[in-house]
């Protein structure tokens, strides 16, 4: 049976088993990317490294919260599509999800980085702490891209029937960065640059897989150049599905930065 179809005649417990258990797993491990950052960079950099990963969390926050727009939208209507047996038109779903995560990861990136050091100040950055936190957000954010084509375009693969291959994508980058952080902070003495080097690495292992997995076509979806062309109605859509979740993310972002 097609994993798509499988959504439409499998029972309701099945799927929710199929379905609900990697999806909670691939969210646990996508929060343990700042908890290994913390770990490592705590034990390598010392408290005032602690400090800069902690006052960069909420513009990270922001960060997960534009990629979860748009995998939020794109998979909702992907499933919608897929339900109607138009696959051709999930497709284009597909293919203008990308284009929407290049945009706004470009924007967003310029964004922040215009205004780094005044934004990490009104997030409670120290003129001790300032420095470092401007080192690991920068490099977090020029390597944003990665960020958003891994985690935007993994819940279309859970849409379209593939919850085992989602939660694979996340462990890859997960295991990755477990392995980067210590190598690059220790061993080659890279200190907070080195972890987020690691995390930045590590999501573009894991962008290039997903990447690669819809280009082949291995699920039901493939990820075809002629649907990569921007279409308002489309990306309109999408991002109106995916607003709600990414003002959940801004008021999470908001809690972070009046603890800190």
Known sequence: MDKADA??????????????????????????????????????????????????????????????????????????????????????????AVTVIIILSLLSASAVLWRLEDLLVLFGATPEVLPYAVDFTFIIFAGSLFMHLCFGLNGIIRAQGDPRTALTTMLIGAVINTILNPFFIFYLQWGIKGSALATVISQGVGSLWVLIYFVRGTGALRLRRRHLAIRGATAAAIVKLGLAPFLMQIGGSLVMVSFN
Not at 13 to 32: D, E, H, K, Y
Not at 68 to 77: E, K, P, Y
Request: hydrophobic fraction near 55%; glycine fraction near 14%.
């Open 7 to 96: 959504l439409g005649q499998e029972r309701i417990g099945v799927l929710l088993r199929r379905f609900s258990l990697p999806a909670i797993t691939g969210m646990v491990v996508n929060a343990l990317y700042n908890v290994i950052d913390s770990i490592f960079v705590g034990q390598g950099v010392g408290e005032v490294g602690l400090a800069a990963v902690t006052v960069a969390f909420p513009l990270m926050i922001l960060l997960m919260g534009v990629g979860m727009m748009v995998s939020i939208g794109a998979a909702t209507l992907v499933s919608i599509h897929l339900g109607g047996q138009n696959r051709d038109e999930a497709e284009l779903i597909l293919g203008n």
